[in-house]
């Protein structure tokens, strides 16, 4: 079990309007986020993971942020951002290397939860669609063993099948890690759906802040 | 076997070239004949103005007079460099991440040339320092220019590769790695083409002026081989400093990639 602490967060990134954020969530709390685009959701991820300029600070388990490595801090607070990057020429040259032991499997059992054969890793990223890259993305992701989850967007490009097994992935690796999971979405019923599966708080940026969602 | 000397006049016949190229391009539209004969004009007056300079100076053999004019020559590079940028350092970087990584290449590159391999006394004989330190600044920005450029101008392509790899806790060093290596091999093709083709395809400068002015070939062509291995050491070790300098100035103190430290010119 991880607790996620927010302290008087703000993006430092071309005059963000956004107040400054504070948020608690346990180990295996769910907050879902939304807000109309542009509003500040993506960057108030990025300001959690440190991947821009921000004030104010994240506690993990009750260790501060600044006394930790930006590496490691990013490594165990795990954000996937709404558009995958892709370095190398195929799929497996983003994930670990296969180590021995049990964690030998973590990788195929992630890929054929996602729907994947093992082949995949050898599969050209050029040649991935929009959905494989996301999918793909979010088992690299997991494969990493972060103790928290920042999804922007996770299951955006998927169709309603591959879009509950991603589902199912993610809720699964909270149950198992106690991961505290922070999803910004655009879709409603999606918000809806999995506050009422595991009693998540919804979240709404307005007016700069954040305040609950009501339903409409 | 003497120097013909040149006369005004066998000049007036060779700038006449020029001019009915610029003719050609007027008559053709290309749209480059003024940019031609401001060049050719500037470099007459540049050309004719150092030769007025380093007579003095082979005369006066001054310390600080040689220091004057290879100062001037590293801040036009310096400049030069940051000009063939498309997208620039901000600040004093646009300008010091060039000159900086030139002054330690070529400077450091001809004064050991000139102690250790040519052993001159004086070792700052401006003879021999200002047409070594010429040549190697001179190519040395070539390289510097194309790896500090395709360095920048990958990052800035490439931002969501490498934020991705930062996002799962690589630092800084290896999420650029790969564009820092093709920005190097990219700055250091140039002079492996023309080592590569010396002799073959092209005569190259230096020795032609040599065998012009009398030198026998051979000697000749062992000056231009020192030349040519003094700028590939220049280019590669120039290169790799400001590759170097350029990438990690690219993040900050939280290894956060920072492209709004880049400017589009």
Request: glycine content about 10%; proline content about 5%.
């Amino acid at each position: 079990m991880t607790a996620l602490r927010i302290a008087g967060l703000r993006p430092l990134v071309h005059a963000t309007p956004l107040q400054p954020v504070d948020m608690d969530l346990d180990g295996g709390a769910i907050v879902l986020l939304s807000g109309p685009s542009g509003a500040g959701k993506s960057l108030l991820l990025r300001a959690i993971a440190d991947l821009d300029p921000n004030a104010g600070e994240v506690f993990l388990d009750g260790a501060a942020r600044s006394d930790m490595r930006p590496t490691e801090w990013r490594r165990r607070v795990g954000l996937l951002p709404a558009e995958s990057g892709w370095w190398g020429e195929r799929v497996s040259d983003h994930f670990p290397p296969p180590a021995g032991g049990a964690a030998e499997w973590l990788v195929p059992t992630l890929l054929s939860t996602l729907g994947f054969g093992t082949d995949v890793l050898d599969w050209e990223v050029l040649r991935l669609s929009t959905g494989e890259r996301q999918r793909l993305a979010l088992a690299r992701l997991l494969a990493n063993g972060p103790e928290a989850l920042l999804l922007d967007e996770a299951t955006a490009n998927l169709d309603p099948a591959n879009r509950e097994r991603a589902e199912a992935l993610i809720m699964e690796y909270r149950d198992q890690h106690g991961a505290p999971v922070l999803w910004v979405s655009h879709d409603p019923d999606q918000r809806a759906r999995l506050a009422t599966a595991t009693g998540g708080r919804r979240l709404v940026i307005a007016d700069h802040r954040l305040c609950p969602e009501d339903d409409a | 076997m003497s120097l013909v000397l040149l006369s005004p006049w066998d000049l007036s016949l060779a700038a006449g070239l020029v001019l009915l190229l610029a003719a050609l391009s007027w008559r053709l539209r290309l749209d480059v004949e003024r940019r031609m004969l401001i060049a050719a004009a500037r470099s007459t007056v540049q050309l004719v103005l150092l030769g007025l300079v380093l007579k003095v100076l082979f005369e006066a053999t001054h310390p600080l007079l040689i220091a004057l004019l290879a100062l001037v020559m590293l801040s036009v590079a310096g400049w030069e460099v940051m000009a063939r940028q498309r997208r620039r350092y901000r600040g004093v970087w646009g300008y010091g991440i060039g000159a900086l990584s030139m002054f330690l290449s070529s400077f450091g590159v001809t004064v050991l040339a000139l102690t250790l391999i040519i052993g001159v006394t004086p070792w700052y004989q401006p003879q021999y320092l200002i047409p070594l330190l010429g040549m190697l600044l001179g190519n040395t920005m070539n390289g510097i220019a194309i790896a500090l450029d395709g360095l920048t101008r990958q990052a800035w392509d490439g931002r969501v590769k490498i934020e991705a790899q930062l996002l799962l806790g690589a630092g800084w060093s290896e999420a650029i790695g790969d564009i820092r290596r093709e920005a190097l091999r990219a700055g250091l093709i140039p002079i492996v083409n023309a080592m590569a083709s010396a002799g073959l395809v092209s005569l190259p400068g230096m020795m032609t002026g040599q065998i012009l002015a009398g030198s026998p070939p051979l000697e000749a062509a062992k000056y231009q081989l020192l030349i040519m291995f003094l700028i590939a050491a220049g280019t590669g070790l120039g290169g790799v400093a400001a590759v170097w300098i350029g990438s990690r100035r690219l993040f900050d103190e939280r290894e956060r990639l920072r492209l709004d430290r880049l400017r589009v010119k």
